[in-house]
C-alpha cells in the first residue's frame, strides 16, 4: 500500500511538472507577404513577396520556441494585393477551427502589409474566440540589411501569449506596436514603421517578449459579432469608387451594370461625391444595390445625414471604417440583411 502511495505521489509530481512547464500552443498560419519575400540582393530594393516557406520564417527566429510551442502551416504564398474572397474564408475558417477544435492557445498570421488593414478587419468580424489572433508582416524581405520580420514575428509570438492579449480581438504586430483591426492602416508605402491607429493611436506595444495594452477596442468583435462564415463558399460583390473632381460616373455605372450586390463611396471630405456620380448612386440604390458612403480623407468619420440626406436615399454612412474596411463589413452585413437600417447598425456596433 505505501509503495502505490509512494507511485502515485511521483506520478502526480511529474504531471505537475508537465504542465507548468507547458509552453502555450501557438500556431503559426503563413499566407505569403514580404515577411517571406526574397530580393535579389541585400541591398536591393528589387524583391518578390510570397516566396520563403513558413518553417523556413520560423527557423529564422529560435527565440520564439523560449516563448511557445510553435508549429506552423502554409495556407497560400501570396503577395497580400492578390488577397481574395476565397483566402478570406479558407483562412477564418481555419482559425476558427485551430482555436475551437484544435485547441491551439493563440494563432499568428503572417500576411502581406498591403491588404493586412482588411483582412484583420474581416477576421476580427468573423473569428469566434477570444484567444489571441495576432498578424505579423514585414516592410523589408527576409533577405534584406536588417529585415524586420524576424522581429516583428517575435513580437507577434510574444503578444500571442500574452494573456493581455486575449479578448482584445484580431491584432496587428508591427515594428514593436499593437494595433487593433478596427483603426490599424497603412500610412507608408515603404517605412517599417507605416502601420498606425488613425486617431486613436497604437492599442499596446511589445518589448522584452510581453505585451502591453494601452487601451482597449470599443466596437464588437469575435465573440461578440452576429457574422459566421462557417456555412459560406463565397461573399457579396462589393466595390469601391474613388470620388475627385469633376469624377466621371463610369466606374460606378459599371458596378450597377455588373449587378454588384454594394458600392461604397470613397467620396471627398464628408463622404461625398460628383452630382454625375450622385445621380447613378441614387439609382443604384433604388435598385437594391446598397450605396455606402465613406471617404478618402485620411482621417475623421464619415458622417450621418451631414452634407448628404442618408435617410431620404437610404444611404449608409462609414461612420469611422475608411472605404477598405466599410466595404468588409457591408460584404458580411449583405450576408444577413439587404436592409440600409440594420446595415447603418452594424456600422454603429462593429
Ligand atoms: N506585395 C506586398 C504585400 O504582400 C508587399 C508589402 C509587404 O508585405 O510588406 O502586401
Given at each position: 500500500m505505501k509503495r502505490l502511495k509512494v507511485i502515485a505521489f511521483a506520478a502526480a509530481t511529474l504531471l505537475c511538472c508537465i504542465s507548468l512547464s507547458a509552453k502555450p500552443k501557438v500556431r503559426i498560419v503563413a499566407t505569403g507577404g514580404t515577411i517571406a519575400g526574397v530580393s535579389s540582393s541585400s541591398s536591393s530594393s528589387a524583391y518578390t513577396a510570397g516566396q520563403v516557406g513558413i518553417q523556413t520564417l520560423i527557423d529564422a527566429v529560435p527565440q520564439i520556441l523560449d516563448l511557445a510551442d510553435v508549429s506552423g502551416e502554409q495556407l497560400v504564398n501570396i503577395g497580400s494585393q492578390d488577397m481574395n474572397d476565397e483566402v478570406w474564408l479558407k483562412l477564418a475558417k481555419r482559425v476558427n477551427q485551430l482555436l475551437e477544435e484544435e485547441d491551439y492557445d493563440a494563432v499568428v498570421i503572417t500576411h502581406g502589409t498591403d491588404t493586412m488593414e482588411e483582412t484583420a478587419y474581416f477576421l476580427n468580424l468573423t473569428v469566434k474566440s477570444d484567444k489571441p489572433v495576432i498578424m505579423a508582416g514585414s516592410m523589408r524581405p527576409s533577405t534584406a540589411i536588417s529585415a524586420d520580420g524576424p522581429a516583428n514575428l517575435y513580437n507577434a509570438v510574444a503578444a500571442a501569449v500574452s494573456p493581455a492579449c486575449e479578448g482584445m480581438g484580431v491584432l496587428c504586430c508591427m515594428n514593436n506596436q499593437l494595433l487593433d483591426a478596427k483603426t490599424v492602416i497603412k500610412t507608408h508605402t515603404i517605412d517599417c514603421d507605416t502601420f498606425e491607429g488613425g486617431p486613436s493611436g497604437i492599442i499596446g506595444y511589445v518589448y522584452n517578449g510581453e505585451a502591453h495594452m494601452l487601451q482597449r477596442p470599443m466596437n464588437k468583435h469575435t465573440t461578440e459579432s452576429v457574422f459566421d462564415v462557417s456555412g459560406l463558399d463565397k461573399l457579396p460583390q462589393v466595390g469601391i469608387v474613388?470620388?475627385?473632381?469633376?469624377?466621371?460616373?463610369?466606374?460606378?455605372?459599371?458596378?450597377?451594370?455588373a449587378k454588384f450586390?454594394?458600392?461604397v463611396l470613397a467620396g471627398v471630405g464628408d463622404g461625398n461625391f460628383y452630382k454625375d456620380v450622385f445621380e447613378v448612386a441614387v439609382e443604384a440604390q433604388q435598385k437594391g444595390i446598397q450605396i455606402v458612403r465613406s471617404s478618402r480623407c485620411p482621417t475623421g468619420p464619415t458622417c450621418l445625414n451631414s452634407e448628404v440626406d442618408d435617410a431620404k436615399y437610404h444611404f449608409v454612412a462609414?461612420?469611422?471604417?475608411?472605404?477598405q474596411k466599410a466595404r468588409v463589413l457591408l460584404m458580411l452585413a449583405l450576408t444577413r440583411t439587404h436592409d440600409w437600417e440594420k446595415i447603418q447598425e452594424y456600422f454603429m456596433e462593429y
Open positions: 474613388y470620388g475627385y473632381a469633376n469624377a466621371s460616373a463610369l466606374p460606378m455605372k459599371a458596378f450597377v451594370d450586390d454594394g458600392i462609414s461612420l469611422d471604417l475608411n472605404p
